[in-house]
């Protein structure tokens, strides 16, 4: 029982409820940089290329076949998929990349800066103990 509260204390303590939040927020963001790149960022740049979707684009290294004849009669030749190499989409997964990058490096930039201006604040001073004050007060009459 003992194992079982163990983790218990693991999993609720902050910053394992704050990863799990994080990770949670960082797939939806994912999520919208792919649709961004796919649907917003893409299309105009393949229109200035003459139309290229890059994610057409391929190198062909064995053509694939289409099945021959109905499965199961006689003479029956099963479809051969295409090998291919699909440059096209590891170019979209680059810019999806440098995006969430750029985005991660703003946030982190905003967060630096929030935190140099907290600690160039200066501490608030306390105010002095009525004790101290008032033995202040005598060692300045007892100068005196």
Known sequence: MSMLKEFREFALKGNVVDLAVGVIIGAAFGTIVSSLVDDIVMPPIGLLLAGIDFATLKLVL???????????????????????????????????????????????????????????????????????????????????
């Open 62 to 144: 064995k053509a694939g076949t289409p099945a021959i004849g109905t499965e199961g009669a006689a003479g029956y030749v099963a479809a051969v998929p295409e090998v291919a190499i699909n440059y096209g989409k590891f170019i979209n997964a680059a810019i999806k990349f440098f995006i969430v990058a750029w985005v991660l490096f703003l946030v982190i930039k905003a967060m630096n800066t929030m935190k140099r201006k907290e600690e160039a604040k200066p501490a608030p001073v306390a105010e002095t103990p009525a004790d101290i004050k008032l033995l202040t007060e005598i060692r300045d009459l007892l100068k005196k």
